[in-house]
């Protein structure tokens, strides 16, 4: 059977051991053919996912022999470049991708050789920062498995892409796009489960919890565990499995058992898994950090990021700086905080530039050509046929699968275009219009009602006097960008017009609602941007947050639930700005007309009709006296009756 490599983590804590190195070709394991040292390849790479540290010695141990057959080097150089990479000793691998490469130059060497050996060398290249030969490698192993119709290198290829978008471009979007292909072909292949689903599964799974989708993460952790319980020494990928639902639980509020997950899953890191380890001292550190106690959140953060400097893990590294900036920002330490966004900026911006990324992006378009796993799957589902079937049957099945592919595609592209008429050109969020049709279709009912939050930058007519417009621009992508980061994979986010972003969320409380109010304005409050090179500014901005229906139990009335909002985001305003305020509609207030209880919201709430909140005490008076409106007949009598 052909091999299958695992791909490395693409974005921090997607992990890579490679499956290519712990399964020989078929005809390394003839009988009286080095059996012994086969067996002890497969367990080296079988203990990579428990004891990477005697996965390390047996690799020494087999190397160190004089002489050894191709397929058995090559499994035993790819086991120890992993091991050491496990044990964050990226230095000790240096010269280990040349070695692979030249074994599978030899004579006796065999095509599945050449593949794991070119797949492994192309995972060492890449942490080593070689992204280019990294590239032509995968490049290579791509068109020999769409020559060939091989499926498992297909996946292999598939695999490697999603890797290296992870590591280059840090996009977790672009590796789940790969990663879901090579699960869709995996899962054609009708075989009992084995550790490459396994990988599959978490590294999907990974995939979505980076992009905050943490409902999908879950399904797919569940799955990769399931697939886990039913194998043998897989307690790393479990113990990872663990931390990461342990964030899902963090993010969900949900502190006690977030650290119970956590520190289950640290006992076992600490002396069998360096990189797990890093990533889970930093979701301890964000523990800490959510219950304010910053000091201890920093303690936690400095150390995860000193092993993961030490370990020249790089992700972990561009990771940590994030949890550091956190931690110094709630202690008040601002230089300490602009530093470590300078270093996350840097690093960010020495992500894979020039003749990189277009090598990426002519592999991923060769890749969305010629790997399409509804076409790879009806074209094996029709060779299991063909045996029973004539040959007219499969060609019109053939014709029926590829219009089918066609006319998906044409479907796509119609929504991509339509799509695009209904976004704002200049933050990419949806437009105005495009948020009230989809509030629109929204149904709220019961108690639990839908939040709307009007967001106003502070001062920007300043700052676009200041900047500049192209200045102005980048602070509302900006803006736009830390809104997209902050808020639920199911809420909505608009650009409302001007300087203001709509924020939706349904089916949520009134306290959850305000939560989700104070999140955003600190985020915003801790954002830097580079409105030119090297002077970052900072922001500020206002929020009214109302609900739909203003009154629960009533029909819904957008344009209600905005004037609410609006009203509140005015008081905001009008307390000093950097605020957010809160008025949310009662039971009681249903029968009452709008214009009272928003002309004044302070008599609407000892009425019972609202109830009133913000992040400090708010101007709720009326924003100016009403003028007085005397009564005819008083009129009458003071001026005396007319002729």
């Known amino acids: 059977m052909n091999c299958l490599s695992r791909v490395r983590r693409s974005l921090p804590a997607l992990l890579c051991v490679a499956l290519a190195v712990s399964t020989l070709p078929?005809?390394?394991?003839?009988?009286?053919?080095?059996?012994?040292?086969?067996?002890?390849?497969?367990?080296?790479?079988?203990?990579?996912?428990?004891?990477?540290?005697?996965?390390?010695?047996?690799?020494?141990?087999?190397?160190?022999?004089?002489?050894?057959?191709?397929?058995?080097?090559?499994?035993?150089?790819?086991?120890?470049?992993?091991?050491?990479?496990?044990?964050?000793?990226?230095?000790?691998?240096e010269g280990l991708p040349e070695r692979l490469l030249a074994a599978a130059a030899r004579a006796d060497a065999s095509a599945e050789d050449t593949q794991r050996a070119r797949a492994l060398a192309a995972h060492l290249l890449l942490w080593r920062g070689d992204q280019a030969q990294a590239l032509e490698l995968t490049r290579t192993?791509?068109?020999?498995?769409?020559r060939t119709r091989d499926v498992h290198g297909q996946i292999s290829a598939l695999m490697q892409i999603a890797m290296i978008r992870g590591d280059a471009m840090g996009d977790a979007q672009g590796a789940l796009t790969y990663?879901?292909?090579?699960?869709?072909?995996?899962?054609?292949?009708?075989?009992?489960?084995?550790?490459?689903?396994?990988?599959?599964?978490?590294?999907?799974?990974?995939?979505?919890?980076?992009?905050?989708?943490?409902?999908?993460?879950?399904?797919?952790?569940?799955?990769?565990?399931?697939?886990?319980?039913?194998?043998?020494?897989?307690?790393?990928?479990?113990?990872?499995?663990?931390?990461?639902?342990?964030?899902?639980?963090?993010?969900?509020?949900?502190?006690?058992?977030?650290?119970?997950?956590?520190?289950?899953?640290?006992?076992?890191?600490?002396?069998?898994d360096a990189q797990g380890r890093i990533i889970t001292l930093q979701r301890l550190a964000r523990v800490a950090l959510d219950r304010g106690q910053a000091a201890e959140g920093l303690a936690l953060a400095e150390q995860a990021q000193a092993l993961a400097d030490s370990g020249h893990f790089t992700d972990e590294i561009r990771h940590g700086l994030d949890v550091l900036g956190d931690a110094y920002t709630l202690l008040g330490l601002r230089q300490q905080a602009l530093q470590v966004a300078r270093q996350a900026r840097d690093l960010d911006q020495a992500r894979s530039k020039g003749d990189t990324l277009n090598r990426l992006a002519r592999l991923q378009a060769s890749a969305e050509r010629h790997i399409a796993p509804a076409e790879v799957n009806a074209e094996q589902d029709l060779g299991r046929v063909r045996v029973v079937r004539n040959s007219a049957v499969a060609a019109l099945l053939a014709v029926l699968a590829i219009a089918a592919?066609?006319?998906?595609?044409?479907?796509?592209?119609?929504?991509?275009?339509?799509?695009?008429?209904?976004?704002?050109?200049?933050?990419?969020?949806?437009?105005?219009?495009?948020?009230?049709?989809?509030?629109?279709?929204?149904?709220?009912?019961?108690?639990?009602?839908?939040?709307?939050?009007?967001?106003?930058?502070?001062?920007?007519?300043?700052?676009?006097?200041?900047?500049?417009?192209?200045?102005?621009?980048?602070?509302?992508?900006?803006?736009?960008?830390?809104?997209?980061?902050?808020?639920?994979?199911?809420?909505?986010?608009?650009?409302?017009?001007?300087?203001?972003?709509?924020?939706?969320?349904?089916?949520?409380?009134?306290?959850?609602?305000?939560?989700?109010?104070?999140?955003?304005?600190?985020?915003i409050e801790h954002l830097l941007v580079d409105t030119r090179p090297g002077q970052p500014i900072t922001l500020s901005a206002s929020l009214?947050?109302?609900?739909?229906?203003?009154?629960?139990?009533?029909?819904?009335?957008?344009?209600?639930?905005?004037?609410?909002?609006?009203?509140?985001?005015?008081?905001?305003?009008?307390?000093?700005?950097?605020?957010?305020?809160?008025?949310?509609?009662?039971?009681?207030?249903?029968?009452?007309?709008?214009?009272?209880?928003?002309?004044?919201?302070?008599?609407?709430?000892?009425?019972?009709?609202?109830?009133?909140?913000?992040?400090?005490?708010?101007?709720?008076?009326?924003?100016?006296?009403?003028?007085?409106?005397?009564h005819p007949a008083t009129t009458e009598a003071a001026t005396g009756p007319r002729d």
């Open 405 to 523: 592919v066609l006319i998906l595609r044409l479907r796509r592209q119609r929504h991509e275009l339509a799509a695009l008429s209904r976004t704002d050109a200049v933050t990419g969020l949806p437009s105005r219009h495009e948020a009230e049709r989809l509030l629109g279709d929204a149904r709220p009912s019961g108690q639990r009602r839908s939040a709307l939050l009007l967001l106003e930058i502070d001062d920007f007519q300043a700052l676009n006097d200041r900047h500049g417009q192209a200045g102005g621009d980048a602070v509302l992508r900006a803006v736009a960008r830390c809104l997209r980061s902050a808020v639920d994979r199911g809420d909505l986010v608009a650009r409302w017009g001007g300087t203001r972003f709509l924020i939706a969320r349904h089916d949520t409380s009134e306290a959850a609602a305000q939560a989700l109010a104070n999140h955003l304005r600190t985020r």
């Open 26 to 93: 078929a005809q390394a394991q003839r009988p009286g053919d080095g059996r012994p040292l086969i067996a002890q390849v497969e367990q080296c790479n079988a203990l990579l996912a428990s004891t990477p540290e005697t996965s390390l010695q047996i690799a020494t141990a087999l190397l160190a022999r004089p002489t050894l057959p191709t397929s058995v080097e090559i499994g035993a150089i790819g086991c120890l470049g992993m091991a050491l990479r496990s044990q964050g000793r990226l230095a000790q691998t």
């Open 544 to 630: 009214g947050l109302a609900p739909l229906p203003l009154f629960a139990d009533q029909p819904a009335h957008l344009d209600d639930s905005l004037r609410a909002a609006d009203r509140a985001l005015q008081s905001a305003r009008r307390s000093g700005r950097n605020a957010w305020a809160s008025l949310w509609g009662a039971a009681t207030g249903s029968e009452v007309d709008l214009y009272s209880v928003l002309h004044d919201p302070t008599e609407a709430q000892v009425l019972g009709w609202v109830t009133l909140a913000g992040s400090r005490p708010l101007p709720w008076t009326p924003p100016r006296p009403e003028p007085a409106r005397p």
């Open 141 to 146: 192993l791509l068109d020999d498995a769409v």
């Open 179 to 272: 990663l879901q292909k090579a699960a869709a072909l995996s899962e054609h292949l009708r075989r009992p489960p084995n550790p490459g689903d396994l990988l599959i599964h978490y590294n999907v799974g990974y995939a979505l919890l980076s992009m905050q989708r943490y409902e999908e993460a879950q399904t797919a952790f569940d799955r990769a565990a399931a697939i886990g319980a039913r194998l043998n020494g897989q307690e790393l990928l479990m113990h990872r499995i663990g931390s990461h639902r342990a964030e899902i639980q963090r993010v969900r509020g949900e502190l006690d058992r977030a650290q119970k997950g956590l520190d289950q899953a640290l006992a076992w890191q600490t002396t069998q």
